[in-house]
């Protein structure tokens, strides 16, 4: 059966950045998911799990946090309707001090967030100033392979994308495992003019 595909599009960041501080009923209206992929908001089935966890050594460096400082685990997992496999497998990471000051970016109970990370970061002032996004190739686990339903031998894409602040500070760590045979990665580099 033909999986719904998904074009993952650099320029999402500039999308969700750009719709930042419009209304609430225009955010609600399309999230990523619904860009990436083109269905309705109807189509799909979203799920959201968040937990408390200690900073690791690699993500305290990457934050500049002690290891063992708490970070809110935010795991999410959406699909169309009509399949069992979700488009991916994400797995974000913020450090709890910086958005602790709205207790409503810890509850997973206002997921999806209408208007994604960028609009929950500014409710507590941050304004992401460039997103990194390194992508590898790798067989899947056993488990990613079961969750996300790939054929034999299809590869997953893991991508680490990491948000700074204007203040050059990471914000955001996420760790998204897309199927290899249905994801498309498009990369648009726009040069400045002389």
């Keep these: 059966m033909p999986r719904t ?5 650099s320029r999402r960041h500039q999308w969700e950045k ?11 209206g399309v999230g990523a998911t619904e860009h990436d992929t083109g269905l309705d908001c109807s189509e799909l089935v979203f799920h959201a799990a968040y937990d ?23 795991s999410y997992r959406t699909r169309h ?10 797995t974000s990471y913020f ?31 941050i304004e992401v100033d460039r ?20 054929p034999a031998g299809a590869p997953v894409l893991a991508v680490r994308k990491t948000s700074y602040d204007i203040h050059d500070r990471v914000v955001e760590i996420a760790l998204i495992t897309l199927p290899g045979d249905r994801t498309e990665l498009l990369f648009t580099t726009h040069l400045e003019r002389w």
């Design 81 to 90: 309707a009509t399949e069992s496999a979700p488009f991916s497998l994400v």
């Design 52 to 74: 408390e966890t200690d900073a690791s050594e690699e993500l305290a460096v990457a934050f500049g946090v002690p290891v063992g400082a708490p970070l809110l685990k935010r």
């Design 95 to 125: 450090p709890r001090a910086l958005i602790e000051a709205n207790p409503e970016l810890l509850d997973p109970a206002g997921e999806p967030w209408p208007g994604g990370t960028q609009h929950q970061l500014h409710t507590v002032g």
């Design 18 to 28: 750009n719709r930042v501080r419009r209304p609430r009923s225009e955010r609600a």
């Design 131 to 150: 997103v990194e996004e390194r992508v590898t190739a790798r067989p899947p686990t056993p488990a990613e392979a079961r969750e996300l339903e790939l």
């Design 5 to 9: 595909p998904a074009i993952r599009d």
